[in-house]
Each structure stands twice: as structure tokens, then as C-alpha cells.
């Protein structure tokens, strides 16, 4: 599986924008890149997802890089609840068994402050 | 609002014993994902179904682990006999796998402790 370098954590304060950056640089065409994040004591939750176009959501928004070796996760406007582990996960479109899987590295631990 | 559970929330067991959790996806996922949780190893998969059948449990000890999917509406991993070492929060997670997206929704977690 390609792999995804991510900051342990960053901090941000409440109402300001949080850019959480990714590295992929070993990236193939056909994988999807996938942002998903852990609240505290609960399971992760899917957040967006893209393949080359920026994408937006009524949760955030993904940039991607030109090369695709890179992209960033924006939350707008942080906000308490946002404190999670936020995982970026790169998964592959071909068929067969790893198919479906998402294989999870550490994270970026955000803390927003009030 | 359709969401996966788990049951139950909580188990603290000895060492030896057999434990039995399990999972209720939502209704229409084709895909059922195992994963185990610690602070040493972050989120592992263990095993991972598609339409019911198994398609990858190279993440799980085969020897005391096994997952099963009896019916669409629901899926089971024990571990028998369990260890210490086996203590971790196991998520279980369904899906709807079709190209471009496999957004998986997880449930609350088994948080297992294993004296």
C-alpha cells in the first residue's frame, strides 16, 4: 500500500480555519485519497474524498496537489467539536481483495482551543 | 438514521476465557470490516467480508481469532482462548462498496479488557 505522512498534531483555535496537510508522494493513478477522523471514545467517520479535483463537503474541503504527492484537508471555520485524530488514507479503485480496505497510519491529533 | 452496533459495549474478562462480540451492520452493506484499536498499533484491520464471504483475514492471529458472517445482519469475531495481550478497543465498520467510493461507517466499539 502507498503510503501518507501526516504532523503527529497541530493546534487551532476555535472559528479560524485548520489546513491539515498530507505527503503521498509515492501515489499511484487509479488511488482515491480519503480523509476520515476519530472524536474521542468513538469510531473513526468518514470526512471526504478525492482523486484529483478539489472537493467540497458540508464538512470540509480537500485540496489536491497537481502531482496528487500531496493534499490538505480545511476545515473553514474550527470549532470545538473538530478535536479529533484525522487520518488520511490513500485506497486503490482496482478490484480484488484489498479492494476495500483502508489501512490507517497514526494521524494528526488536532486541538482547537477556545 | 441507520448507524452499525455493537454489542457489547463492554467486556472484562480472564485470561482463558472465550469471547464472543458482535456486529449488526447497516441494512443494504455489501462489506463488513473487523479492527482492532491500541495505543501501541493505532487502528489494524483483521478481517474484512465482502457479500458475506471472507475475503481477507491476514491481519488476524488465526490461531485463537475467527470471524464469521452467520447472516447479512450480522457478523461475530471471538477470540477463544483469549490473552492480555488481546485488550483493545475492536471496532466493527460496514459498507457499500462500489467504485470511486467505500465509505465505511463504523460503530461504537467493544472496549475488551482481559485480566
Known amino acids: 500500500d502507498a503510503k501518507t505522512t501526516q504532523p503527529n498534531s497541530m493546534e487551532s483555535n476555535e472559528e479560524e480555519p485548520v489546513h491539515l496537510p498530507c505527503n503521498h508522494s509515492t501515489i499511484s493513478g487509479t488511488d482515491y485519497i480519503h480523509w476520515y477522523r476519530q472524536l474521542p471514545s468513538q469510531g473513526p467517520e468518514y470526512v471526504i474524498h478525492g482523486l484529483t479535483s478539489n472537493v467540497n463537503n458540508r464538512m470540509a474541503s480537500l485540496a489536491i496537489a497537481e502531482d496528487r504527492k500531496s493534499s490538505t484537508l480545511i476545515l473553514h471555520r474550527a470549532t470545538l467539536r473538530d478535536a479529533a485524530v484525522y487520518y488520511c488514507?490513500?485506497?486503490?479503485?482496482?478490484?480484488?481483495?484489498?479492494?476495500?480496505?483502508?489501512?490507517f497510519g497514526q494521524g494528526t491529533i488536532l486541538t482547537v482551543h477556545p | 438514521d441507520a448507524r452499525v452496533t455493537q454489542t457489547p459495549r463492554h467486556k472484562v474478562t480472564e485470561m482463558g476465557q472465550e469471547v464472543t462480540m458482535r456486529c449488526q451492520p447497516i441494512l443494504g452493506h455489501n462489506t463488513v470490516f473487523w479492527y482492532r484499536q491500541t495505543m501501541m498499533q493505532g487502528l489494524e484491520l483483521l478481517a474484512y467480508?465482502?457479500?458475506?464471504?471472507?475475503?481477507?483475514d491476514s491481519g488476524m492471529p488465526k490461531d485463537r481469532f475467527s470471524a464469521e458472517m452467520p447472516d447479512a445482519t450480522l457478523a461475530t469475531l471471538k477470540i477463544q482462548p483469549s490473552e492480555p495481550r488481546d485488550s483493545a478497543v475492536y471496532f466493527c465498520?460496514?459498507?457499500?462498496?462500489?467504485?470511486?467510493?467505500?465509505?465505511?461507517?463504523f460503530g461504537p466499539g467493544t472496549r475488551l479488557t482481559v485480566l
Open positions: 467480508f465482502r457479500n458475506r464471504a471472507p475475503l481477507d
Open positions: 488514507i490513500l485506497r486503490g479503485i482496482t478490484g480484488g481483495t484489498s479492494y476495500g480496505k483502508l489501512t
Open positions: 465498520a460496514s459498507g457499500l462498496e462500489r467504485r470511486g467510493n467505500n465509505e465505511q461507517f
